[in-house]
C-alpha cells in the first residue's frame, strides 16, 4: 500500500512550530508579590506589552520592594532576571553601589513632584505612605499622636518592605532628633510586624488593628472598585513621605534589546494607564484620559517628605537600629 505523502510534511510543519516556539524571546522581570497579584497590574501589563514585543513577559513575584534588592545582591550577575520593578529611592544608592544595573537610556516627561535625571532607576508610579483607618472610627493626627495614643496599628519589616523603610525615613525625617523616643512610644501601638505590604493590609480589612501602614492612595481601590467609601488615609501634621517606585534594567541581562523596549513601555500609555486602578499610585505619566475619578477625594499631604537616595542610604543602618531597639523592649 502507498504511503501518504503527507505525513511528512505534516511532521515538517510541527517541527516548524516547534523551532518558532522555543526561538520565543523571554524577558523575566522580578518585582514584588502585589504587583503579580491576579488583582495587580502584572497580568494587564504583561498583556498590553506581549501584544508589541513578540516576546514572553515573566513577571516573578518575590516577597515585597526591598526584598527585591536583597535577592539580586545574592545572585549577582548569575540573576536569571533581565528587569527589576518595585525598588524605591530609599533603596536606589544601595542598588546603584552594587554594579549591577545598566542605563535605561529611556526619555520621558515625567509627571512627578519632583526633579528627575537619574540614568539607572525609571520611575513608574509614585505616592505618599498614609496610615489608612475605618472612616467611622478615630483617627490619630500626626506620628507623635499616634505614638502617644491607643491605637492598635500594622505595619511592615523595614528589613522587606518598601512601605516599612518608608515609615522608618518618615520618622527620621520628621523627628531627626527624637526617632527613638517615637519608635519607643510607638512599640506599644504595634499588634504585629509583617513581611509585606498585602499581609499587613489583609490583617487590617480582617479587624485585627484600628490602622494600617499603606498610601494615600489607598482608599481609592475601597471607593473605586468596590463602591466602598468606609477607608481613608489620615492627613498627619508632620507630612508625608513620599515614595517613587523605579524600575532598572540588569546589565548582565542576556535580552538587552528587549529589556530596553520593556524600559520604554513603562512610561507609555500602555503601561501607565494601568497603574491607578491595579497598583492604586499615582503615575509616574499622567495618562491621556487623566487620573480616575475618586482620586480628586483623596488626601493630598500639606508637607511632603522625602530623602535623598544618599541620606537614605546614609541612615538606613541608624533608623533600622532604633527600631529594632524600640521593638526589642
Known amino acids: 500500500m502507498q504511503k501518504p505523502i503527507y505525513l511528512p510534511v505534516v511532521a515538517g510543519l510541527a517541527l516548524c512550530a516547534t523551532s518558532t516556539l522555543a526561538e520565543t524571546p523571554v524577558l523575566q522581570v522580578l518585582t ?154 510607638l512599640s506599644d501601638n504595634i499588634v504585629t510586624v509583617t513581611p509585606g505590604w498585602s499581609e499587613a493590609y489583609g490583617m487590617f480589612l480582617d479587624g485585627e488593628a484600628d490602622a494600617v501602614l499603606s498610601y494615600t492612595t489607598s482608599p481609592a481601590y475601597h471607593l473605586i472598585a468596590e463602591e466602598d467609601a468606609s477607608k481613608v488615609a489620615w492627613p498627619f501634621e508632620e507630612g508625608h513621605y513620599m515614595q517613587v517606585e523605579v524600575a532598572a534594567k540588569l546589565a548582565s541581562t542576556d535580552q538587552p534589546e528587549l529589556a530596553d523596549q520593556f524600559m520604554a513601555f513603562i512610561v507609555s500609555e500602555g503601561f501607565q494607564s494601568i497603574i491607578p486602578t491595579t497598583n492604586w499610585m499615582y503615575p509616574a505619566v499622567t495618562p491621556q484620559a487623566g487620573l480616575p475619578d475618586g482620586f480628586e477625594t483623596l488626601v493630598t499631604p500639606a508637607v511632603s517628605l522625602l530623602k535623598s537616595p544618599e541620606d537614605a542610604a546614609a541612615i538606613r543602618a541608624e533608623a533600622l537600629e532604633e527600631w529594632r531597639n524600640a521593638l526589642s523592649q
Not at 508610579?125 to 483607618?133: P, T
Request: proline share 6%; charged share 25%; net charge negative.
Open 32 to 185: 514584588y508579590d502585589s504587583f503579580v497579584s491576579d488583582w495587580g497590574p502584572g497580568p494587564a501589563i504583561e498583556t498590553a506589552f506581549e501584544a508589541e514585543c513578540a516576546c514572553d513577559l515573566e513577571f516573578v513575584g518575590s516577597s515585597d520592594g526591598a526584598a527585591l534588592l536583597a535577592r539580586i545582591q545574592l545572585e549577582g550577575p548569575r540573576t536569571e532576571f533581565d528587569v527589576v520593578l518595585g525598588l524605591d529611592t530609599n533603596l536606589t544608592a544601595a542598588a546603584r553601589e552594587t554594579g549591577l544595573f545598566a542605563p535605561h537610556g529611556v526619555t520621558a516627561d515625567l509627571d512627578l513632584p519632583i526633579a528627575w535625571d537619574d540614568a539607572e532607576f525609571l520611575p513608574f508610579d509614585w505616592g505618599y505612605f498614609a496610615f489608612v483607618g475605618n472612616a467611622d472610627a478615630e483617627a490619630a493626627v500626626s506620628l507623635r499622636n499616634l505614638a502617644t495614643g491607643d491605637l492598635k496599628i500594622v505595619i511592615q519589616d523595614p528589613r522587606s518592605s518598601t512601605p516599612g523603610l518608608g515609615l522608618l525615613m518618615w520618622v527620621k525625617e520628621a523627628y531627626p532628633d527624637e526617632a527613638a523616643d517615637i519608635w519607643a512610644e
